[in-house]
């Protein structure tokens, strides 16, 4: 059975897109902009994805759980989607232009632009981290030079002519590959070719902590230059150097918080994309993408059907899902060539998480204030060879790392009042693993929390707990159709990036596209929405528009033939 999509305009041009994670949210917006008549399916019973939000009732009163990210960085791409409007679609001219540049991080204070602040409210988070190490000791990372220096002089101050040169270095690579290169969509070799040599110069292609390794000797600083990959799905021990630009991307622009979580920011682009006449519909999961002609150059996407049957066509599809399983479960064998299942199944995806939710009382008057910041890294004694279990041999291993995220410490109305919201996420193995979840899910939630507690980070709490629940590599794979429960997408290694990453136009199927973790640049919220400009930009080249001038009128999608496949 069709259904009619919302009635477009005549001739208006319509779009489809396959889940409402914060990639497939501001590909709305910008599709919305360039005049198309988008549509976005989400299969769960509200929008977010891997940024679900879930509402917890206790006898206590209501927790609010961020279930996915809760870093957000670069706040200028959140305002450039809230400043969109129809017809202004700002996809040309400079992505970085010299004020975005030169802007002062905000250290205080509001820090979300004037269109942001209509929608939601940002405030910037310091220190960015607090790095705890197994000894005890711990690193405020805060992206501050001279903060940098006083802790390097005090926990490794043989690494302080090293930090120096890791700082000059990084911020070369930041300003190719990020600044110069971010938004590059990498479709043919002659554009992977042409940037090898700027790459090899920086020695941006070996692996992250090899590079790190150069620089600084102490294992301290050694985790602390390159955890962050992890934070994105990406195993410092074999994610290229390029990496390193995360270091400057915090350190030019911050880290910051969306006052009632990332879903509030979930919603504030939900509220922008129906403004501009875009059509939200949950519980509408995907079974199949329509694809009409058989021969390869002439395949084309025409719309997709439903769990229930239901069939929706549009000119443009888009999928915001994991990778994988938007080629294995979506589309047949037969459409593909580039995309074969050997191929999606050979991939390596990105390892996957144990996250537990959790509430609990504040200290009574009379105990210590909470010694946790808004963000906490808990390194355990092993790094290389837990990362190599993860990673490598995929085993449950008999030591963890974990991130305490305490957004009560800034954001009190997550809880009820009295009491603190928090969740720990523990790096582990996929699905590919064969761990029994159900046996051990319980048992690793147990040993977290009982850590926590014993190590002083939240002092007895086993008394005060108020409640606790977690997820595990089965509600990936389960309830977010991820392949092998993978928690970020194919693993970024050098061979899974820039050409080699998924593109974002479907290398089979004509007007079928790609936005999100799976797609490039790769996962990470500044990189989802980046992701979504980089889409947008295809579609619009696709379907001849041109929107020549930023702030200007994009020529409307109204009288321009619908492009096959054979590009």
Partial sequence: MRSPLPPPRPSQKTALIIGSGIGGLSLGIRLQSLGFATTILERLDQPGGRAYQKRVQTPEGEYVFDMGPTVITVPQFIEELFRLEVGKAELSGEDFPPEMRAAERVRSGESGGPATRKYVQLRPILPFYRIYFDDGSYFDYDGDPDSTRRQIGTLAPEDLAGYERFHADARDIFERGFLELGYTHFGDVSTMLRVVPDLMRLDAVRTLFSFVG??????????????????????????????????????????????????????????????????????????????????????????????????????????????????????????????????????????????????????????????????NIVLGPRYQEL?????????????????????????????PAGHHA??????????????????????????????????????????????????TPDYFEGTLDSYLGNAFGPEPRLIQSAYFRPHNRHEDVGNLYLVGAGAQPGAGTPSVMMSAKMTARLIAQDFGIHPDIVGGTAHAPETQPLLSSSR
Wanted: proline share 6%; no cysteine; net charge positive.
């Fill in 214 to 375: 150069k620089y600084f000797s102490n294992p301290k600083m050694q985790q602390v230059f390159s955890f962050e990959t992890l934070l994105v799905g990406g195993n410092p021990l074999s994610v290229p150097a390029i990496y390193a630009m995360i270091h400057f991307v915090e350190k030019t622009w911050g880290i910051h918080y969306a006052m009632g979580g990332t879903g509030a920011l979930v919603r504030a682009f939900v509220q922008k994309f129906e403004e501009l006449g875009g059509t939200l519909r949950v519980g509408a999961g995907v079974e199949q993408i329509l694809v009409e002609g058989r021969l390869p150059g002439k395949r084309r996407a025409r719309g997709v059907r439903l769990s229930g049957g239901e069939e929706l066509l549009a000119d443009v599809v888009v999928s915001n899902g994991d990778w994988a399983n938007t080629n294995l479960k979506l589309l047949p064998p037969s459409a593909r060539l580039v995309n074969s299942d050997a191929r999606v199944r050979l991939a390596q995806q990105s390892m996957s998480l144990l996250v537990i939710y959790f509430g609990f009382r504040r200290g009574g008057p009379d105990e210590a204030p909470l010694d946790l910041r808004h963000h």
């Fill in 422 to 471: 928090a969740y720990t996420l523990v790096p582990v193995p996929h699905n590919a693993s064969g761990i029994d979840w159900k046996t051990q899910g319980p048992k690793l939630t147990a040993r977290v929390l009982a850590f926590l507690e014993e190590r002083g980070f939240i002092p007895d709490l086993a008394a005060r707990l108020t409640h606790s629940e977690f997820i």
């Fill in 387 to 415: 990362l190599t279990e993860i990673f490598g041999s995929k085993i449950l291993s008999p030591d963890f790392s974990q991130y305490l995220h305490v957004p009560t410490l800034t954001d009190p109305t997550l809880a």
